[in-house]
T-cell receptor
Framework: KNQVEQSPQSLIILEGKNCTLQCNYTVSPFSNLRWYKQDTGRGPVSLTIMTFSENTKSNGRYTATLDADTKQSSLHITASQLSDSASYICVVSADNDMRFGAGTRLTVKP | KAGVTQTPRYLIKTRGQQVTLSCSPI?????VSWYQQTPGQGLQFLFEYFSETQRNKGNFPGRFSGRQFSNSRSEMNVSTLELGDSALYLC????????????FGPGTRLLVL
């Protein structure tokens, strides 16, 4: 069954600290993996999109990694800011299927 | 370039009514996808339209339908509303394929009483 699981469910960190969010999937055949940031009450915003051949992709302080062999991805946030407080959603696409993780709720505190 | 716009932003309906939501994609984008987001289920894919044709469909009952116009604008309709239809309905557009980077609108929050 095609599944996407994210961990942790929620995370609280202090401003300036780094953090890593995890995404494990069983979606097959794999097409691409995307990370989205969703602020409360707003639509998701794309952070990165990675295909099978890409191991890492950065977008400012956000760096996503992909291990297609173990079917794992991570999103690393460097030097967190208060504005990073949001839900981060991992989305994995197969040929005609798209699966969403439940998201990780990140709270950055001053 | 203007982003994806959705109207209305908020809507309150009663059980049994029907509702139509509208989405205008980014200029030049031809793929429009609709999603339902609830606290319990997270984001769930409803359907995708391309060139006025439904290209993919999620696992939702027939009460949920949609269409796309020649200018790529899309509408989704929910008939015979149920309490469980209360959710944030998000529209996303991409150039050609939903597998590309999608740009989401702000969503329409529907409350069914």
């Amino acid at each position: 069954k095609n599944q996407v699981e994210q961990s942790p469910q929620s995370l609280i960190i202090l401003e300036g600290k780094n953090c890593t969010l995890q995404c494990n999937y069983t979606v097959s055949p794999f097409s691409n993996l995307r990370w989205y940031k969703q602020d409360t009450g707003r639509g998701p915003v794309s952070l990165t999109i990675m295909t099978f051949s890409e191991n890492t992709k950065s977008n400012g302080r956000y760096t996503a990694t992909l291990d297609a062999d173990t079917k794992q991805s991570s999103l690393h946030i460097t030097a967190s800011q208060l504005s990073d407080s949001a839900s981060y959603i991992c989305v994995v696409s197969a040929d005609n299927d798209m699966r969403f993780g439940a998201g990780t709720r990140l709270t950055v505190k001053p | 370039k203007a982003g994806v716009t959705q109207t209305p932003r908020y809507l309150i309906k009663t059980r049994g009514q029907q509702v139509t939501l509208s989405c205008s994609p980014i200029s030049g984008h031809r793929s429009v996808s609709w999603y339902q987001q609830t606290p319990g289920q997270g984001l769930q894919f409803l359907f995708e339209y391309f060139s006025e044709t439904q290209r993919n469909k999620g696992n939702f009952p027939g009460r949920f339908s949609g269409r796309q116009f020649s200018n790529s604008r899309s509408e989704m309709n929910v008939s015979t509303l149920e309490l469980g239809d209360s959710a944030l309905y998000l529209c996303a557009s991409s150039l050609i394929f939903s597998g590309e980077t999608q740009y989401f609108g702000p969503g329409t929050r529907l409350l069914v009483l």
